[in-house]
Protein backbone atom coordinates (compact mmCIF):
# COMPACT_ATOMS: atom_id res chain seq x y z
CA UNK A 1 0.00 0.00 0.00
CA UNK A 2 1.53 3.41 -1.04
CA UNK A 3 2.81 5.57 1.69
CA UNK A 4 0.01 8.68 2.49
CA UNK A 5 1.17 12.37 2.27
CA UNK A 6 0.68 14.36 5.50
CA UNK A 7 -1.22 17.87 4.52
CA UNK A 8 2.23 19.36 5.80
CA UNK A 9 3.80 17.56 2.99
CA UNK A 10 1.88 18.54 0.42
CA UNK A 11 1.34 22.19 1.26
CA UNK A 12 5.36 22.25 1.70
CA UNK A 13 5.26 20.62 -2.03
CA UNK A 14 3.11 23.32 -3.38
CA UNK A 15 4.65 25.62 -1.84
CA UNK A 16 7.68 25.36 -3.04
CA UNK A 17 6.53 24.86 -6.69
CA UNK A 18 5.00 28.64 -6.23
CA UNK A 19 7.44 29.94 -4.29
CA UNK A 20 10.19 29.01 -6.99
CA UNK A 21 7.61 30.81 -9.81
CA UNK A 22 7.13 33.84 -7.64
CA UNK A 23 10.43 34.22 -7.10
CA UNK A 24 11.72 34.09 -10.80
CA UNK A 25 8.34 36.08 -12.32
CA UNK A 26 7.53 38.90 -9.41
CA UNK A 27 10.88 39.77 -7.88
CA UNK A 28 13.28 41.94 -10.04
CA UNK A 29 16.24 41.84 -7.63
CA UNK A 30 19.53 40.87 -9.38
CA UNK A 31 20.56 39.30 -5.88
CA UNK A 32 17.85 36.48 -6.03
CA UNK A 33 18.35 35.86 -9.65
CA UNK A 34 19.18 32.09 -9.81
CA UNK A 35 17.88 30.76 -6.79
CA UNK A 36 16.70 27.15 -6.16
CA UNK A 37 14.36 25.94 -3.67
CA UNK A 38 15.81 22.63 -2.31
CA UNK A 39 13.33 21.96 -0.22
CA UNK A 40 10.05 23.21 2.17
CA UNK A 41 9.51 22.24 5.23
CA UNK A 42 6.42 23.43 7.05
CA UNK A 43 5.34 23.02 10.80
CA UNK A 44 2.12 20.43 11.56
CA UNK A 45 0.01 23.37 12.18
CA UNK A 46 0.68 25.29 9.03
CA UNK A 47 1.42 28.43 10.62
CA UNK A 48 5.33 28.65 9.56
CA UNK A 49 7.57 27.80 6.84
CA UNK A 50 11.62 27.08 6.59
CA UNK A 51 12.14 27.42 2.80
CA UNK A 52 15.52 25.95 1.96
CA UNK A 53 17.34 27.65 -0.84
CA UNK A 54 20.89 27.87 -2.49
CA UNK A 55 22.43 29.14 -5.99
CA UNK A 56 22.75 27.55 -9.24
CA UNK A 57 25.47 29.47 -10.07
CA UNK A 58 28.77 30.38 -8.07
CA UNK A 59 28.87 33.24 -4.99
CA UNK A 60 30.72 34.33 -2.51
CA UNK A 61 29.14 34.13 1.05
CA UNK A 62 28.55 37.72 1.19
CA UNK A 63 26.56 37.82 -2.20
CA UNK A 64 24.60 34.20 -0.28
CA UNK A 65 24.01 35.85 2.64
CA UNK A 66 22.61 39.46 1.20
CA UNK A 67 20.36 37.12 -1.23
CA UNK A 68 18.93 35.16 1.69
CA UNK A 69 18.57 38.83 3.96
CA UNK A 70 16.28 40.27 0.54
CA UNK A 71 14.20 36.47 0.74
CA UNK A 72 13.55 37.19 4.19
CA UNK A 73 12.43 40.73 3.70
CA UNK A 74 10.23 39.90 1.18
CA UNK A 75 8.58 37.12 2.75
CA UNK A 76 5.69 39.60 3.25
CA UNK A 77 5.56 40.38 -0.24
CA UNK A 78 5.85 36.21 -1.20
CA UNK A 79 3.35 35.07 1.45
CA UNK A 80 0.70 37.90 0.02
CA UNK A 81 1.38 36.73 -3.52
CA UNK A 82 1.26 32.76 -2.23
CA UNK A 83 -2.55 34.16 -0.55
CA UNK A 84 -3.71 35.15 -4.16
CA UNK A 85 -2.39 31.73 -6.04
CA UNK A 86 -2.97 29.09 -3.32
CA UNK A 87 -6.12 28.41 -1.73
CA UNK A 88 -4.99 28.21 2.24
CA UNK A 89 -6.98 29.25 4.96
CA UNK A 90 -3.31 29.78 6.80
CA UNK A 91 -0.45 30.93 4.39
CA UNK A 92 2.63 30.15 6.32
CA UNK A 93 4.93 32.52 7.56
CA UNK A 94 8.32 32.26 5.32
CA UNK A 95 11.78 32.10 6.55
CA UNK A 96 14.59 31.84 4.04
CA UNK A 97 17.70 29.65 5.21
CA UNK A 98 20.66 29.36 3.06
CA UNK A 99 21.41 25.15 2.06
CA UNK A 100 24.64 24.65 1.25
CA UNK A 101 24.00 20.52 0.85
CA UNK A 102 24.40 20.43 -2.37
CA UNK A 103 28.17 22.39 -2.30
CA UNK A 104 29.32 19.90 0.20
CA UNK A 105 27.93 16.68 -1.65
CA UNK A 106 29.97 17.76 -4.91
CA UNK A 107 32.97 18.18 -2.33
CA UNK A 108 32.60 14.99 -1.29
CA UNK A 109 32.10 13.56 -3.97
CA UNK A 110 35.39 15.35 -6.30
CA UNK A 111 37.14 13.53 -2.71
CA UNK A 112 35.81 10.57 -3.10
CA UNK A 113 36.96 10.96 -7.10
CA UNK A 114 40.30 11.33 -6.37
CA UNK A 115 40.62 8.65 -3.12
CA UNK A 116 39.37 6.28 -6.37
CA UNK A 117 41.83 7.43 -8.82
CA UNK A 118 44.51 7.64 -6.53
CA UNK A 119 43.90 3.84 -5.36
CA UNK A 120 43.68 2.90 -8.75
CA UNK A 121 46.60 4.73 -9.94
CA UNK A 122 49.01 2.93 -6.67
CA UNK A 123 47.47 -0.57 -8.51
CA UNK A 124 48.63 0.33 -11.81
CA UNK A 125 52.18 0.92 -10.00
CA UNK A 126 52.01 -2.32 -7.88
CA UNK A 127 51.04 -4.58 -10.33
CA UNK A 128 53.45 -3.15 -12.45
CA UNK A 129 56.74 -4.49 -10.73
Do not use: C, W
Not at 5 to 12: G, P, Q
Not at 15 to 22: F, K, P, V
Not at 30 to 54: E, G, M, Q, Y
Amino acid sequence: MPREFTRAERVADALQRELALLIREEMGDPRVNFVNITAVDVSRDLSAAKVHVNYVDARETAERAAGVKVLNGASGFLRTKLAKRMQLRIVPSLTFIYDDSGRRGQELSALIDTALAADKHNENLSGDK
